[in-house]
Structures are given as structure tokens and as C-alpha cells.
């Protein structure tokens, strides 16, 4: 079977066993709670983010006087912010690594269902983005994995915010090596021209745009994306990143 129809039936299997059987937690196999494959003991146990930056999510330093770290109060960052659902660390990089690598898309719903309680809680009274773009992989490794996990994740958030998802608007044009491993400045380099928009890009007018990534670690590839898609506007454009966990190099934390 081809890769391809193996993927179809993998995912539809995925999705009636999620609408028939009774939830199961992801972690622990007990009960989940209703409507979520995770039991509120493994869900309270889960790493989250403390006081992140409004703009990027790093975590703030205790008595910090702002919202935003130094680097985001220097317009370091090209995004306007960014909401993760937890921390990068066990056992939620062993949920993203079942979810991207092992087809186990129960994980990644279950993120997914966390990052939109996320959302919901920082929204509130503020304007959703009007687009969710998912960040694209490059078409030969899409072939090898099967699914963009990043598409996946941008459909359950579509359908449950009502936001359209374009997954033809980015696309990755140059294969680059993994970043994990890289300094900051090499995942930059890494980047150059990584990315290419549609054509119809130009003729659109959205004010608000959403990146949605699974694990975020320096924002390279999204301040690579943002300026891209900011080029050659004249109307402000704000882009918000959406990703299930928000990683670090170490030093941890900012100013
Ligand atoms: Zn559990
Ligand atoms: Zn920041």
C-alpha cells in the first residue's frame, strides 16, 4: 500500500476510534476526562509556562514590571504574540514526538485541545486572527512522513474557532537540515529563503494571521515566515504564533 492510502486509513481509523470508544487517556490508559483523551491527574501533572512573554512565551522573571521580555520590548521579534499550550518537557516532547513521528494523532489532538483552552483564556475581549496558516514542510519530507503535523493541528483549531486554514498560502521551498543542534545564529542562516508565499498573498488584505507550529524553540522560522509575509505591504499586519509547546536554548528565561 502506498504511503499515502496507508495514511487514509490510518487517520480514519484514528478518527472513528476517537468518536466511538470512550476517552482514554493518552498518558496513563485510565479514563480521560468527557471529550478529551487525557485524566485530569496526568493534565494537572503536565509542564506548563509561568508567567510567559506576551509576545514569544519565554518564561518572565519573577517581578518582571512588563508583559514582554527585553528582546520583545526591543522589537526583537517580528510576531505580536504567541500562545503555547505547555512547556517543552516530559512527558509532553514524548506526546509531540508520538504525534509527529509515530502517527499517534490522539497526542496531538490532545495538545491541540489544550492549546485551544489557551487561546480561549488570552482572546478574551481581544480579536481572533482572521487566517491560520500551518508552517509548511518541504514536499519530499511531507512524502515521508505522510501528514504535516502542524495542518493537523491548524484543522481541529479551524474548525473549532471558525477561522479559515490555508495550507497552499506557505510553502517550504528549500529542504533544510533539521535545526535541532544549531545555535540560534545557525538556525537563522539555516532559514535564508527557506520560505515562498502564493502568489495570491499580495492580494490579500488580512490585518491578523496566525503561524501554527508544533514546538517552538527560538522563533528563526517564524520571524523568517512574519517578515515574509509583512514584505511589501502597506497595511499593518500583525502575526500571531500559535504552537502546542514552547521550547528553549538555554539560558533559560529572560529579562
Ligand atoms: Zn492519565
Ligand atoms: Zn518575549
Redesign the pocket.
Known sequence: MSTRIWNLAYQWLEFVQFRLLPPTCVLCQRAGQPGRDLCLACELALPVLTQP?R??A?PLYAGAGST??G??LQGH?HVHTTVAACRYAEPVSMLITRFKYQRQLAAGRTLTQLLLASIDARYRGHNLPELLLPVPLHPQRLRQRGYNQSLLICRDLGRALHIPVDPAMLQRQRMTPPQQGLSARERRHNLRQAFALASSWQCQRYQRVALIDDVVTTMSTVNEIAQLLQQGREQALEIHLWCLARAWLEPAG?A
Open positions: 512573554c509576545g514569544c519565554l514582554l521580555c528582546q520583545c521579534t529572560q
